[in-house]
């Protein structure tokens, strides 16, 4: 596939530098704009810190695999893990007025990419969508 | 990460070095938690050495504070860069915490 790659870590946090790494120089070859890649590296990473602790509950011996591909019209991610099946209704931001520890992750992850949405035809692990259109496109 | 804590003009300045992510935030979480702890009444937090923070690092400063409101401490951020500022904007952050522009600011104040 044409603009695309895979990067295959872990389900150990220490490898979330080594995602962000390669989250930005894909997001920097496929166009985008330097708070644009800000944005979609810190969603990106907590879409897999969220892999990691709620579907690999820290089993490093699971993996995450994340595909970038990009083309005129998006930058597209998609995140695969070998971890326990996520309820998508499960997962909520909470109210940003509700001063709390935790809960801002999910708002991260809309606020960088148009659709978020988990493919409910894997059968085993998880497999989410993650779709920014181009700016002229938004 | 690195973390660095000293005591300058009465107050613990806690200076983490690097990323603060979920590998990381464990170790931020504990330097605070250690002087909050000892009922620390001055904490300020020295992000000028830090150049990303995710849900798990903000968490564990929005815990650190909910602690020290509790006895009436103060905790103070300073040094953040722009885009680290605009996470916290984003998150309505900005106006639970006391946010300063340079150390010396945040020591004057």
Redesign the interface.
């Known amino acids: 596939m044409k603009d695309s790659a895979v990067i295959t870590i872990p389900a150990d946090?220490?490898y979330?530098?080594v995602l962000?790494s390669v989250t930005s120089k894909m997001a920097e070859l496929s166009g985008l704009g330097n708070g644009e890649i800000?944005e979609v590296v810190?969603a990106v990473?907590?879409a897999c810190?969220n892999s990691?602790?709620y579907a690999c509950r820290g089993d490093s011996s699971k993996e995450i695999a994340v595909t970038f591909h990009f083309n005129d019209a998006s930058f597209n991610v998609t995140i695969e893990d070998t971890g326990i099946k996520t309820d998508p209704d499960a997962i909520r931001g909470r109210d940003?007025?509700d001063?709390?520890?935790?809960?801002?992750?999910v708002?991260?992850i809309h606020?960088a990419f148009d659709v978020v949405s988990f493919d409910e035809r894997k059968e085993e692990g998880n497999r989410l969508r993650l779709v920014r259109h181009r700016k002229e496109h938004r | 990460m690195d973390i660095s804590m000293e005591t300058v003009q009465g107050k613990m300045v806690i200076t983490p070095a690097g990323?603060v992510?979920?590998?990381s935030s464990p170790a931020l979480r504990e330097a605070i938690l250690g002087q909050t702890g000892q009922k620390a009444a001055a904490l300020i937090v020295d992000f000028s050495s830090v150049s990303?923070i995710?849900?798990?690092g903000?968490?564990?400063l929005?815990?650190g504070l909910?602690v020290m409101n509790t006895y009436g401490g103060r905790l103070q951020l300073t040094g953040m860069t722009e885009?680290i500022l605009e996470?916290f904007r984003?998150?309505?952050?900005d106006t639970?915490f006391e946010i300063c522009g340079d150390m010396s600011d945040a020591l004057g104040r």
Do not use: N
């Not at chain 2, 984003?90 to 952050?93: A, D, I, Q």
């Open positions: 946090a220490k979330l530098c962000r800000e810190h990473d907590e810190s990691i602790k940003l007025d001063v709390r520890p935790g809960g801002l992750g708002h991260f606020k | 990323d992510d979920m590998h990303y995710d849900s798990s903000i968490a564990t929005v815990e909910k885009d996470i984003f998150s309505k952050l639970i």
